[in-house]
Each structure stands twice: as C-alpha cells, then as structure tokens.
C-alpha cells in the first residue's frame, strides 16, 4: 500500500483582503432617519479603509439601515460626509460599507490609506543571524555578551512609561464604558417616563402646498446620485415625488408618483435627507404635504 503525503497550503491561495483597513480612533458624527426624522448620533471610529469603516455608536443601528456619517482625517483639511449601510453589528461596534463616494472624498481617503496609513503597518524587519564564531573569537565571546545583556535589561524608566502606556488605553475604555451606561441610563429613564405618562394625540391631516412654494423654504439639500445602470443605459427622464413634511421641516414620507422606476429609487434617497423651513398656519408650524421634480438628465 502507497501512502501519501498531504500537500502544503501555499500563502498565495490564503483569502485576503482585498480593500485593507487602518486602525484608527477619531471623533465620528452619524446621523440615522428615524421615522423619517433624521436623528444625530455621537461615536467614534475604530479603523477605516476605502470600502468602509469600523465604528462604535452610543445608540444602537439596525443591520441594513443607512446612515450619513462626517468625519475629520488626521492631517487632512477638509471633512468626508458619506453615505453608508451598516452591515456588521455587535453590541455598540458597527461595520459600514460605504454606498457613495464622490471623487473628491475618495482622493481624501485613498491620501490618508496609502500616505499615512501605510506607517500603521510598518514593521521592523527581523535582524539576520550572526555568523557562527571562529576560534580566536571564542574567547571574547563571553565578555561581549555579558556587556549586552547588561545593557539589554529595561532601566526603571523605561518599566514606567511601559507600564503607562498599557494603562492609558485602559482608562480610556473604561471611561467611555462608563460614559456609555450613563447614556444607557438616560434613554431608559426616558422611555419608562413617557411609557408611564401615555398621551393620546389626533393627527392632523397635513395641509396642501404648492411645489413653488415649499423650494423657496428648502434649507439643506442632497443632490441624487445619477445611478451608473442608467447612465450607462443612457435612461433619462422627471421624477415626480409626493413628500410629507413635519412642524420641525423634516421629511417623514417620500412616494414616487411619476417617472422612471431605475432613477425614483435615487431621487427617494435624495429627498429623504432634504430640510425645510417650518411652514406657518396661523403664526404655528404645521405638517404639509407638497410635491418634488426632480430631472435627471445625462448633458448636466
């Protein structure tokens, strides 16, 4: 009986990744719609890569939801303001893959990746071993080494700023641990007050305003990702939408009336980040109901 031998496993067939990620940990701004109303929520980022990011959050995401985040690199001047999806989750860590990118916000990334982020992975390369000593070399051999090991034991000092610089990452987390309970805490509060003091509230229907009319109140607008399907395609063509739109100015409901099913799905996208100026009845903000055309066209 023939017996054979299990062959190695080359590096080459590992899987690898093919968009790397940097640790890093800076101040983070998430902004999630909730009920159609946008909601901001504090964090900050654990690593980052061109694909997406690592992040933690002091309030809890929903896989597949998207949100807006804003960010600051270091070295860089200007901020990234991106769209993504959460597609990992874990208590209050999160993963994000990002949806859209403009060429600019790429540049600012692909900057700090590839210029600052290559130091993060740098490694000292290791020393080769020495050559195996002569005879005449035998004899100071002992000598040589006992001066190196002497030189080679870490001076109280050194044991010091090694030790505080375990023990500054761990106050850290403890600290943001803490910071997270007491968020914890105050949110619960709340919603045992207002699940112990229920109100009953009749909903308005929201009053009819023109389209003209509500584009002069826009305060902040998202202009809709042209969908590369349908540019290449070459599909263009009006978006009629039927929004909804609460005291505050923010849209809650967005229905596509009219126009091509490849671009609503984007202009809904768009226009659900839109904010208005509250629309007065009788000197009090009410809730309206109003229409947006939006025109995709290929030449802009």
Do not use: K
């Given at each position: 009986m023939s017996t054979g031998t299990t062959p190695a496993i080359s590096l080459a067939t590992r899987p690898k990744r093919t968009v790397p990620r940097y640790k890093l940990t800076i101040p983070l701004a998430l902004t999630v719609l909730r009920s159609g109303v946008p909601d901001s929520v504090p964090g900050s980022t654990?690593?980052?890569?061109?694909?997406?990011?690592?992040?933690?959050?002091?309030?809890?995401?929903?896989?597949?939801?998207?949100?807006?985040?804003?960010?600051?690199?270091?070295?860089?001047?200007?901020?990234?303001?991106?769209?993504?999806?959460?597609?990992?989750?874990?208590?209050?860590?999160?993963?994000?893959?990002?949806?859209?990118?403009?060429?600019?916000?790429?540049?600012?990334?692909?900057?700090?990746?590839?210029?600052?982020?290559?130091?993060?992975?740098?490694?000292?390369?290791?020393?080769?071993?020495?050559?195996?000593?002569?005879?005449?070399?035998?004899?100071?051999?002992?000598?040589?080494?006992?001066?190196?090991?002497?030189?080679?034991?870490?001076?109280?000092?050194?044991?010091?700023?090694?030790?505080?610089?375990?023990?500054?990452?761990?106050?850290?987390?403890?600290?943001?641990?803490?910071?997270w309970r007491w968020r914890w805490q105050q949110e619960w509060t709340t919603l045992k007050a207002q699940a112990a003091t229920p109100h009953e509230t009749v909903a308005k229907p929201p009053v009819q305003v023109p389209a003209e009319a509500m584009q002069q109140r826009i305060r902040s607008q998202i202009t809709p990702e042209y969908p590369e399907q349908a540019r290449q395609a070459k599909l263009q063509g009006t978006v009629v939408l039927d929004v909804v739109i609460n005291e505050e100015g923010a849209v809650t409901q967005v229905n596509s009336i009219s126009g091509p099913a490849a671009l609503s799905l984007a202009a809904t996208d768009a226009v659900r980040w839109w904010r208005y100026e509250p629309y007065l009845v009788n000197g009090q903000p009410a809730t309206v109901e109003t229409t947006v055309a939006l025109d995709f066209r290929l030449s802009n």
């Open positions: 654990l690593e980052i890569g061109e694909g997406g990011m690592g992040v933690v959050a002091t309030s809890q995401l929903l896989l597949g939801e998207s949100v807006r985040v804003e960010f600051l690199l270091p070295h860089t001047n200007l901020p990234v303001r991106a769209t993504a999806v959460v597609r990992y989750q874990r208590e209050r860590c999160f993963g994000l893959q990002f949806l859209r990118l403009s060429a600019e916000q790429q540049s600012i990334i692909r900057y700090w990746t590839r210029c600052e982020g290559e130091l993060l992975l740098t490694a000292p390369e290791p020393a080769a071993a020495p050559a195996p000593a002569t005879s005449g070399e035998a004899a100071a051999e002992p000598a040589l080494l006992a001066g190196f090991e002497s030189s080679a034991v870490p001076s109280p000092r050194f044991r010091i700023r090694h030790v505080a610089a375990l023990a500054v990452p761990l106050i850290l987390a403890a600290a943001l641990l803490g910071w």
